[in-house]
C-alpha cells in the first residue's frame, strides 16, 4: 500500500447532495485504499440555523459554520464541495478557486453559460484541479458502452435518444421552492437533468453541431412555502406564485459525426421515477442503458441487420470501476456508489495535478447546449452551441 496524506476538505452546502458527497468522502479510502489521499472533514457550511451542526455531529467534521466565507478564509482546507444551491455556485465556485482550492461543484455550475465559463476561467487562472457531478458517465455499464460505440462495433452511429424523465415536481402542491424561480433556480428542468443529458450525449457520441428545441411549463402555479423549503417538499392552501422556469425539454441534435439525437428531460413525468437512459443506433448494431439498471446494458450485434436479437450484458469488474465495489458480475451498485467514483477522480486529479473525469470544461460545454436550447425555443431556429 502506497503513503498516504490527508487531504482537508470542507462542505459548502449540506442539503440531500452535501449529505451525498461526504458520505463519498468517508468511503473514499475504502474503495481505493491504495489512492494516496486520504480525505479530512474539516468544515461544513450551511445557512440553514442547526444544519451544519447536526452534520458535524453525524459525520465527524471538524467545525461547522453558517457562513461558506470560513471556509474560504480556512488556509488549511484544500479542496471544497460546493453543494449549495444552483444560484450560488458562481459566487462560492469563483471565489474557493481564487482561495487556491481545488473544487467539486455540481451541475450545472450557475444558471447559465456565462457562470460557468467564470468560474472554469478562474480556475484555470488559479491552476486547481475541478471536477464536475456529472456522475451517470460514471457507470461502469455507461462506459462499456462508449468502448463499444468507439470500437466500432456497433458501426457508424446513425441515430440515439437520450431521456431524463422523473416526478419530483409532478405533484401540483408541490412547494414553489427556488428551483421554480428563474433568478435562483435558472432554466428549470434544463438545468437540473437535460445538463447530464448534454453531458451524456458528447461523452459517449461526441460534439453537437446544431440543435432546435421545444420546452413548456405544465405546472403554472404552485403554494409558496410557509418557512424554507428543502428537497420535494409539499405546500397546500396558501399563497400561490408563479413557476417562472421549464418543466419540460425536447431537442433535436446533429452531431458533428453527421448522427441525429433526441433528448428528452421531464420533472414532471406522472409514473417515471429516475427514468434515466439512453438508446443509441448504429449501421451494425444498437446499445442501450437504465439508471435503474445500473449494471446493464440491452446490447444487439452480429451483423444480422434485420431480425437481429438483443442480449442483456452484465457488467462486471472488467468493466470501469465496478471492480473497485463487487467482485462479480451482475451485483448491484447504486447512486451513492457513482459519486465515489467521481470523488476517486477528484482526489486522483489531486494527486496527479491533472484533470481525470468529467471537469469546468464539461460544465461550460453542458450550459452551451443549455443556453442554446433556450435560445432556439425564443427565435424557433436551429441554434449552433457555444462550447468556450
Not at 463487487?326 to 477522480?345: C, H, N, T
Request: net charge negative; hydrophobic share 40%; proline share 4%.
Amino acid at each position: 500500500m502506497r503513503s498516504t496524506r490527508s487531504v482537508r476538505v470542507g462542505v459548502a452546502g449540506f442539503g440531500w447532495m452535501g449529505r451525498v458527497h461526504t458520505q463519498a468522502y468517508s468511503r473514499l479510502t475504502q474503495h481505493y485504499p491504495d489512492l494516496g489521499l486520504r480525505p479530512e472533514l474539516a468544515m461544513v457550511a450551511d445557512e440553514l440555523e442547526g444544519r451544519a451542526d447536526d452534520a458535524a455531529d453525524q459525520f465527524g467534521f471538524a467545525a461547522a459554520t453558517t457562513d461558506w466565507h470560513e471556509i474560504q478564509s480556512d488556509p488549511t482546507i484544500e479542496a471544497v464541495s460546493i453543494t449549495a444551491p444552483n444560484f450560488l455556485h458562481r459566487t462560492i465556485g469563483t471565489a474557493m478557486v481564487e482561495a487556491g482550492k481545488h473544487i467539486w461543484i455540481e451541475k450545472p455550475v450557475g444558471l447559465s453559460a456565462d457562470d460557468a465559463r467564470a468560474v472554469a476561467r478562474a480556475a484555470d487562472k488559479a491552476g486547481v484541479q475541478t471536477a464536475v457531478g456529472f456522475n451517470y458517465r460514471n457507470a461502469p455499464a455507461v462506459e462499456e458502452a462508449k468502448a463499444l460505440v468507439e470500437s466500432g462495433e456497433l458501426g457508424t452511429i446513425t441515430h440515439a435518444r437520450f431521456r431524463f424523465f422523473s416526478d419530483y415536481a409532478a405533484h401540483p402542491d408541490g412547494a414553489l421552492s427556488w428551483r421554480f424561480e428563474r433568478a435562483r433556480g435558472g432554466n428549470g428542468v434544463l438545468g437540473d437533468l437535460a445538463s447530464h443529458g448534454a453531458d451524456l450525449v458528447y461523452y459517449l457520441l461526441g460534439e453537437i453541431e446544431s440543435l432546435v428545441a421545444d420546452t413548456a411549463i405544465f405546472v403554472p402555479e404552485r403554494t409558496k412555502p410557509s418557512g424554507s423549503a428543502t428537497g420535494h417538499a409539499l405546500a397546500a392552501g396558501g399563497e400561490r406564485g408563479t413557476v417562472e422556469n421549464e418543466d419540460f425539454v425536447s431537442s433535436q441534435l446533429r452531431l458533428h459525426s453527421g448522427a441525429r439525437v433526441v433528448l428528452e428531460a421531464s420533472r414532471v413525468a406522472v409514473g417515471d421515477q429516475n427514468s434515466y437512459g439512453f438508446e443509441i443506433h448504429g449501421t451494425k448494431g444498437a446499445v442501450s442503458w437504465d439508471f435503474r439498471r445500473l449494471g446493464e446494458l440491452s446490447l444487439s450485434t452480429g451483423g444480422r441487420y434485420q431480425d437481429q436479437p438483443a442480449s442483456t450484458v452484465y457488467v462486471g469488474p472488467s468493466h470501469g470501476e465496478y471492480g473497485a465495489f463487487q467482485p462479480g458480475s451482475a451485483s448491484s451498485m447504486g447512486y451513492d456508489d457513482l459519486k465515489v467514483i467521481e470523488a476517486m477522480r477528484f482526489f486522483k486529479s489531486i494527486g496527479d495535478g491533472k484533470p481525470c473525469g468529467a471537469t469546468l470544461r464539461d460544465a461550460v460545454r453542458s450550459a452551451g447546449v443549455l443556453d442554446a436550447m433556450s435560445e432556439s425555443v425564443a427565435s424557433g431556429r436551429w441554434i449552433q452551441p457555444g462550447t468556450e
